[in-house]
C-alpha cells in the first residue's frame, strides 16, 4: 500500500513538474510574440537593440526560474520519499 501511495505522489509530481514547464513554455512564447509585435511596429535601430536586450534577459530570467521550479520539485520529492521511508520503517 505505501509504494502504491508513493506511485501516487511520484505521478502527481510528475504532472505538476510537466504543468509548469508547459506553463512557462507559454508564456515565454507571448513574450517573444509580444516582443516581436513591439519590434514590427517601431522598427527603430536603438529600440530594436533595447528590444533585443531585454529578450535576452527575459528568457535568461524564465531559463532561471525553470531550474529553481525543477530543484524546488526534486527537493519535495526527495522529502516525500524520505518521510515514506521513515513511515514504513517506524511501522516495521
Excluded: A, D, P
Excluded at 3 to 8: A, D, E, W
Excluded at 24 to 36: D, E, K, L, S
Amino acid at each position: 500500500m505505501m509504494m502504491m501511495m508513493m506511485m501516487m505522489m511520484m505521478m502527481m509530481m510528475m504532472m505538476m513538474m510537466m504543468m509548469m514547464m508547459m506553463m512557462m513554455m507559454m508564456m515565454m512564447m507571448m513574450m517573444m510574440m509580444m516582443m516581436m509585435i513591439v519590434m514590427m511596429i517601431t522598427m527603430m535601430k536603438i529600440t530594436m537593440m533595447m528590444m533585443m536586450m531585454m529578450m535576452m534577459m527575459m528568457m535568461m530570467m524564465m531559463m532561471m526560474m525553470m531550474m529553481m521550479m525543477m530543484m524546488m520539485m526534486m527537493m519535495m520529492m526527495m522529502m516525500m520519499m524520505m518521510m515514506m521511508m521513515t513511515l514504513t520503517t517506524s511501522r516495521g
